[in-house]
């Protein structure tokens, strides 16, 4: 069914061209970050965007306020490291209060502790973070220079603070840190925490990606299969994670699979990218530019047809089955948010 084009008078979502509900939106509010984690970024030669070139607080928030008006109720800030961000606070403040129900981040945890607290009280509710093995020293490696104790500290903090349910997200990456599936998912067993497994995706022309090194949803649960028997928990929402919990265990499995286990039949998201481009898919480089036409002076209903004809290009399924991400034009993780 054909999404209609007409100006958007209620609560509901915007539909797409596949009348999947558009209800979420992931902003990347920096490409810049304090690691540089082997799967995402490369060592040297990453080339950043200017600061004239990173969409300001103000120009974020009118995007988010058009966003809103066409139904989309959760937000999640990524990057980069979210963190780096100096008007994060105002920005929080900002988003909540634009009629956004669920405000999220995805941070690598490295300056979180010490802000956990403050960020809750402003009005973000949840977090998600990225660690990716349970080893100080392989920790070190993979983020190329990363403290694990601050990740840890970052954890318990956001915990006491109430940002949850506290997500953990790993990507298992074959001869790193695949030996540590099990670990991980041992983790939920005595405590409530939600860990998620990502599958390594072969995204950006720096990416490190291989073949070889990619591991599926099957060769993954297997290994979460040895430490008890998976369950699988109904399916809420349009998310992209699959849920579990190991029988008897407090915490709950996710796994993220875009490659093994296809989701884009339910897929509820658009992007922005740091620089201003609506993305209406990870793995496709067409995008909208409404950076451009913002500062060009364009009218609130200009920026409406923009974030529509956004909404009404995403395909119907990511290309990645159609061959590789990696080619030169691709944009890094870093940009997209993940
Ligand atoms: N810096 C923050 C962090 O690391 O949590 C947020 C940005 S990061 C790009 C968002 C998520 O993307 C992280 O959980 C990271 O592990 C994941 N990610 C980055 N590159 C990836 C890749 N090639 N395949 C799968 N996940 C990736
Ligand atoms: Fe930075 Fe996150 Fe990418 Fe790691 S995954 S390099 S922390 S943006």
């Known amino acids: 069914m054909k999404a209609s084009t007409d100006m958007h008078m209620t609560d509901e979502p915007f539909r797409d061209s596949f009348n999947r509900q558009i209800d979420y939106l992931r902003i990347s509010i920096t490409d810049k970050c304090n690691l540089k984690c082997i799967y995402c970024m490369p060592e040297k030669g990453l080339k950043l965007f200017n600061q004239a070139e990173i969409l300001t607080t103000d120009e974020i928030i009118r995007i988010v306020r058009i966003a809103s008006k066409y139904g989309v109720r959760k937000v999640r800030l990524t990057g980069g490291e979210p963190l780096l961000r100096e008007d994060i606070i105002h920005l929080i403040s900002s988003i909540k209060t634009a009629g956004i129900q669920d405000l999220s981040m995805t941070t690598n945890g490295q300056r979180l502790a010490g802000m956990a607290g403050l960020l809750k009280k402003t009005g973000l509710d949840r977090v998600n973070i990225s660690l990716d093995t349970l080893i100080a020293e392989r920790y070190r490696e993979m983020t190329r220079g990363g403290d694990i104790h601050r990740v840890w500290e970052a954890v318990s903090e956001a915990e006491s603070a109430g940002l949850s349910p506290v997500k953990i997200n790993m990507v298992p990456v074959r001869g790193v840190n695949d030996d540590e599936v099990s670990r991980f998912a041992a983790l939920t067993l005595y405590k409530d925490v939600h860990i ?138 870093s940009q997209i948010g993940g």
């Open 196 to 333: 998620r497994f990502i599958e390594f995706m072969p995204v950006g022309k720096h990416s490190t990606w291989q073949p070889d090194a990619y591991l599926s949803k099957d060769e993954i649960m297997e290994r979460v299969a040895s430490v008890g028997k998976l369950v699988q928990l109904p399916f809420k929402g349009g998310g992209p994670s699959r849920n579990y919990r190991i029988e008897g265990a407090q915490g709950m499995i996710g796994f993220i699979s875009p490659i093994s286990d296809c989701f884009c039949g339910s897929c509820n998201r658009l992007r922005l990218t740091a620089n201003g481009k609506l993305r209406p898919c990870l793995f496709s480089e067409t995008s909208v530019d409404i950076k451009a036409h913002l500062r060009n002076g364009a009218s609130d209903e200009e920026l409406e047809n923009l974030y529509r004809n956004a909404v009404l290009s995403k395909p119907a399924r990511h290309a990645l089955h159609e061959g590789s991400l990696l080619h030169p034009a691709m944009s890094p993780m």
